[in-house]
Every structure is written in structure tokens, then in C-alpha cells.
């Protein structure tokens, strides 16, 4: 496993990049209200990400049809927009996109409510983003790569909720997916020692029931086996000498 470290210029590139999905992310957020389909949050999203002079990484990604993954209720990730899924009150939205600037990738998600949602979803919401800081709490230089694995594990157990098992966090640097892969569930190995300079994306999947989750005819779409809600939390994060370098994060959020 060849997991890259990346230097002082290489990592102001990052920053750049996730600065800007940062941004990205911040006008989709306000896009997301009842009546609006995802097709159109694509769009938000899409002529943003060419406005800041960027390349949108997920369009044709593996023939991924579009540049956010835009994923509703028991869909987990990978949703694809359509002019025809309009978001209504009381859903919930995961938003999972990236970008490419001066060739360094950058990755997120964010799971959003449209308009009031139950107290139960926003829970689960609240639940998976704390699971996220539960597991960078280990991630440091020095530390190991299941040390976070075993953070979001632990803590998400206390609700019963089913951690997703089939997808994973990853490298990320100048290609979207780099070593190494990061599950979100206990590991009983301890993994790689963390350095300085590597670049994470960290995103715990979380279902309110079960943790089994199967794939759509259209083969992109990940939903949830027994239906229940799915929330997605991700972050790409800079590992060095003392706390971890949150590149994504806007508003505190
Ligand atoms: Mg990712």
C-alpha cells in the first residue's frame, strides 16, 4: 500500500481546493428547500465548481453521470440527480461531491434537511457528524489508521444505529481514491501509523437501522436493505504533528 505524503506546496493546493468545495457546499446548502429537485442542486453545484475554474471529479467517474452525488432519505450515496426527485418537507439530503484544482482533489458530504424534519432524522444527522469528530480525535501523526475506525465505531454503537460496512474513506491527493481505504467499523489490526502530510477523506455512513445495503438497478444508486434513513458526514483532512487540519469544513460545520 503506497499512501502519499505531501509536501508544503502540495499541501496549500489541497487547502486551495477544499476551500473551494467548501464554498461549493455552502451554495448548495441554501438550494436545498422543499420543491426543488436534485437535479437542480447538480446544477448549483456543477456551474459553481467550473466558476472557481475547477474540474467537478465525480462526472464520468467510472461513468458516474453527474457532479454531485445527491442522495435522499434510504439512499445512502451515489444518488443520481433527476429532473423528476423533487425534494419535499421532511426529507433528509446527503450532498456528496469533489473537485479538482491545479490537480489536487478535494472531498466532502453533508447530510441536510429539507425544511422541518422528525426529531429521529435530525438525530441521526447530529449522531453522524459527532461520529466523524469521535474518530479524528485519533487522527494524528503517530497515532494508527483504525485508531479512527475504532473512534466512530465506539461511539455510534451506544444508538443502534448500523454503521455501512460495503463503503469506506480514502487517500485522497491527486487522485480521488488514494490508499489507504478507512472503514468506518472496528478493526482488530491496528493499520498504518499516521504521518504528517497525508491527506484523508474521513466519512462516516450511517443508517438509523440495519447496516446492510444493497445497489440500485441504475448500479450507482446504495440504498439502505430495510428502508430506514441513511446520513453521511465527510471531511478531507490534513494529518499532522498535533490536531488534524479540517480542509472542508465552512461555518464551523
Ligand atoms: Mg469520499
Redesign the pocket.
Known amino acids: 500500500m503506497a499512501v502519499s505524503i505531501k509536501s508544503a506546496r502540495e499541501i496549500e493546493l489541497m487547502r486551495e481546493s477544499c476551500k473551494l468545495l467548501a464554498d461549493v457546499f455552502y451554495h448548495m446548502e441554501q438550494a436545498v428547500k422543499p420543491g426543488i429537485s436534485t437535479y437542480e442542486i447538480n446544477e448549483v453545484g456543477d456551474k459553481l465548481i467550473r466558476k472557481h475554474g475547477c474540474i467537478p471529479n465525480f462526472l464520468n467517474y467510472n461513468g458516474f453521470p453527474a457532479s454531485i452525488c445527491v442522495s435522499v432519505n434510504d439512499e445512502v450515496v451515489h444518488g443520481i440527480p433527476r429532473k423528476d426527485h423533487i425534494l419535499q418537507e421532511g426529507d433528509i439530503v446527503s450532498l456528496?461531491a469533489?473537485l479538482i484544482y491545479k490537480g489536487y482533489h478535494s472531498?466532502?458530504?453533508r447530510t441536510f434537511g429539507v425544511g422541518e424534519i422528525s426529531e429521529d432524522a435530525k438525530l441521526l444527522i447530529e449522531r453522524t457528524r459527532q461520529s466523524f469528530f469521535e474518530g479524528i480525535r485519533y487522527a494524528k501523526a503517530g497515532n494508527h489508521l483504525y485508531d479512527i475506525s475504532n473512534g466512530i465505531d465506539h461511539y455510534i454503537k451506544q444508538f443502534g444505529y448500523g454503521i455501512v460496512i460495503d463503503l469506506v474513506?480514502?487517500g485522497?491527493g491527486t487522485k480521488?481514491?488514494e490508499d489507504p481505504q478507512i472503514p468506518n467499523f472496528a478493526q482488530k489490526k491496528r493499520g498504518l501509523k499516521l504521518c504528517a502530510g497525508m491527506t484523508l477523506?474521513i466519512?462516516p455512513m450511517i443508517n438509523m437501522g440495519r447496516s446492510d445495503v444493497e445497489w440500485l438497478d441504475d448500479d450507482w444508486t446504495v440504498v439502505t436493505e430495510d428502508g430506514s434513513l441513511s446520513a453521511h458526514y465527510?471531511n478531507t483532512v490534513l494529518i499532522t504533528d498535533g490536531e488534524p487540519e479540517l480542509l472542508t469544513l465552512y461555518e464551523g460545520y
Open positions: 456528496d469533489g472531498d466532502m458530504a474513506g480514502h485522497i480521488l481514491h477523506a466519512e465527510e
